[in-house]
């Protein structure tokens, strides 16, 4: 049935389909445009939220991990303190000079192992400083940006609330319209819609000129345009054209400019004055 309808529609009804096909869906960038950039914010915010999370958890772990190496050092000092002590026990029953001197040999070792582990235990509690440091500075960004996430998403969910029911319907009409254009010039339109800046696909003749990107058209290229027989773009923007008064647009008509007064003809004037 759509198909049969379509094949009964003129041009002209085509190209006035499309021509209002193309208000509803301005009217449906101009509410998107309404929302600005807040979608976009949401989505920053949301990803900074995130991220500000993620980090926090990072250096939880890291700290726990540093927390872990302490203890191990700190094991290991008990370890090695148990060995210097037997190793002062067994200094007092050596038989040779050589058991002794390997026996200090060994206590000196151990003792340079134990400031060794000291002094890593001490970098290791820096890093914990600096990490938890680092944690408070990142909650406090992480509460900044949930705070305003909180206030960018309440006015966006607002925006919604006010305009969808109304981008809702002009959806609908729009998905209306679209069996009655011929796919081919449907398609090629929707592409035009996507690559323009403003959104156009389908623009009136204004004062000898494309509306789209007012490059001056050909009389003989405006003619065909008024017969409402075919499909014509606009060659320069491949925007399609059609008649303003096809589609009820008046045309914006210059007002005539007021000619100067010739030099010599505002001097008689003046000196009749």
Do not use: W
């Not at 970098?123 to 206030?151: G, V």
């Amino acid at each position: 049935m759509a198909e049969k309808k379509e094949k009964e529609l003129s041009v002209e009804e085509r190209l006035q389909a499309l021509y209002k096909l193309q208000e509803y869906l301005s009217k449906i960038d101009g509410i998107r445009t309404l929302r600005g950039e807040l979608p976009h914010e949401v989505k920053d915010l949301e990803d900074d939220v995130v991220r500000y999370q993620t980090r926090i958890e990072k250096y939880r772990d890291e700290i726990a991990d540093l927390k872990e190496f302490v203890n191990l050092k700190k094991g290991e000092i008990e370890m090695r303190k148990e060995k210097i002590a037997r190793y002062n026990e067994q200094l007092d029953n050596v038989r040779n000079n050589r058991e002794y001197a390997f026996l200090e040999k060994e206590k000196e070792f151990e003792t340079l192992e134990i400031e060794l582990a000291e002094k890593q235990i001490r970098e290791a509690r820096d890093k914990q400083e600096n990490k938890t440091q680092e944690i408070e500075k990142t909650q406090e960004d992480l509460a900044d940006s949930q705070q305003l996430l909180s206030e960018k998403t309440e006015e966006l969910n607002e925006i919604v609330r006010e305009t969808q029911k109304q981008e809702e319907d002009l959806m609908t009409k729009a998905k209306e319209l679209e069996p009655l254009v011929e796919p081919r010039t449907l398609a090629a339109f929707k592409r035009i819609r996507k690559n323009a800046r403003n959104g156009l696909g389908i623009v009136t003749v204004q004062r000898n000129a494309c509306g789209g990107c007012f490059n001056r058209i050909a009389p003989q290229r405006q003619l065909e345009i008024k017969m409402h027989k075919k499909v014509i773009v606009c060659e320069y923007c491949g925007r399609i054209l059609v008649d303003g008064a096809m589609v009820g647009v008046e045309e914006v008509v210059p007002e005539t400019p007021v000619k100067p007064i010739r030099k010599g003809l505002r001097s008689r004037v003046e000196k009749s004055e």
